[in-house]
T-cell receptor, first 113, second 111 residues
């Protein structure tokens, strides 16, 4: 049982380049989330989705876009990468809303030079 | 606005000693509380959760937490830690669809 799978695991980009991070879950979860984790700041929500075809902004959405064309996949795009977006990105999914636990992927370590 | 405060950013502790990680939440409405653990280079894993009922919640790996509504706290405890408990621990509050994580507490277990 794979759970939540994130690809790639590591990536180095130059400022201004674009890229897409992929998150896939095999638990038939409705809710999916993208977080970024920076030292001393915990996890901050970038965007989330409450079902196929829907997305919503989280706490720190600027510079990112997302899409949820299929229920099992949630894509995070960086349109024009900036050094401030150097971070570890985590995807999570859950069956429902707040009273349900989230299941996390192992993260994508992204460096912007 | 909701906030979750983990009062200690780092907690050093000797092996086989007890540990308590403090978490205070802010929501005044019905709230669900969770503790997660993050081992190095991994994602977060659920330790335990409080949804309703008994205020003492037992989780995996010998951890437990106590929900205290009057003090808006949800402190995590373990009576005897192992080296393998070295990790970062996150408290999370959920009020409706709003999820808020604390800043994390790094636990370093020393031999």
């Amino acid at each position: 049982n794979a759970g939540v799978t994130q690809t790639p695991k590591f990536r180095v980009l130059k400022t201004g380049q674009s890229m897409t991070l992929l998150c896939a879950q095999d638990m038939n979860h409705e809710y999916m989330y993208w977080y970024r984790q920076d030292p001393g700041m915990g996890l901050r929500l970038i965007h989330y989705s409450v079902g196929e075809g829907t997305t919503a902004k989280g706490e720190v959405p600027d510079g990112y876009n997302v899409s949820r064309l299929k229920k099992q996949n949630f894509l995070l795009g960086l349109e024009s990468a900036a050094p401030s977006q150097t971070s570890v990105y985590f995807c999570a999914s859950s069956y429902g809303a707040g009273n349900q636990p989230q299941h996390f992927g192992d993260g994508t370590r992204l460096s912007i030079l | 606005a909701q906030s979750v405060t983990q009062l200690d950013s780092q907690v050093p502790v000797f092996e086989e000693a007890p540990v308590e990680l403090r978490c205070n939440y802010s929501s005044s409405v019905s709230v669900y509380l969770f503790w997660y653990v993050q081992y190095p280079n991994q994602g977060l894993q659920l330790l335990l959760k409080y949804l309703s009922g008994s205020t003492l919640v037992k989780g995996i790996n010998g951890f437990e937490a106590e929900f205290n509504k009057s003090q808006t706290s949800f402190h995590l405890r373990k009576p005897s830690v192992h080296i393998s408990d070295t990790a970062e621990y996150f408290c999370r509050e959920a009020a409706g669809n709003k999820l808020t994580f604390g800043g994390g507490t790094r636990v370093l277990v020393k031999p």
